[in-house]
């Protein structure tokens, strides 16, 4: 049901009757931060922080940490953060492949291998298009060599 803030103003989707205020005034209330700071944000940062205490968490772990620390998070959100790179996790049981080869990787959507060709693909054109420019020049000089002028 959509509500209206009674701390900030903003209307929000409340998930129940009792719910007066909306999720980011919670957060702020609960952090001390200020607005703008969001739930999924301070989610990833609890996640981030268990990870780097400890490196070697499965995701099964991680989640248990984490809703010991009040949060709810599921696999859906840890395979996001892994496929975005901003987690590595070498406990990952369903895995991340690289979109192109589809080799096994630990972060990211590409392995540094196709990360490199594409780079390379990306920084110097190729001999395919060389060719083309090369050809569509030499066909606008004889289109312009060809033209008739004539007086009227």
């Known amino acids: ?9 903003v209307f929000f989707g409340a998930t129940d009757d009792n ?27 609890a996640a981030k922080d268990i990870v780097r205490q400890n490196a070697d968490i499965s995701p099964e772990r991680l989640i248990k940490e984490m809703d010991e620390a009040g949060f709810k998070l599921n696999l859906r959100e840890i395979m996001n953060y892994v496929k975005q790179g901003k987690m590595t996790l070498k406990g990952v049981a369903d895995g991340v492949f690289c ?28 001999r395919d298009e060389d060719a083309k420019e090369q050809q569509n020049n030499q066909f606008s000089k004889q289109k312009n060599n060809n033209r008739m002028y004539s007086r009227k």
């Open 1 to 9: 049901m959509l509500k209206k803030c009674e701390n900030c103003g």
């Open 19 to 45: 719910q007066i205020i909306c999720e980011s005034c919670k957060v702020s209330e609960v952090t001390g931060k200020g607005k703008g700071v969001s739930l999924e944000d301070l989610k990833y940062e």
């Open 99 to 126: 979109e192109e080869c589809g080799k096994k990787i630990l972060s990211g959507r590409l392995c540094p291998t196709c990360t490199k060709k594409l780079e390379e693909k990306i920084t110097r054109p190729s």
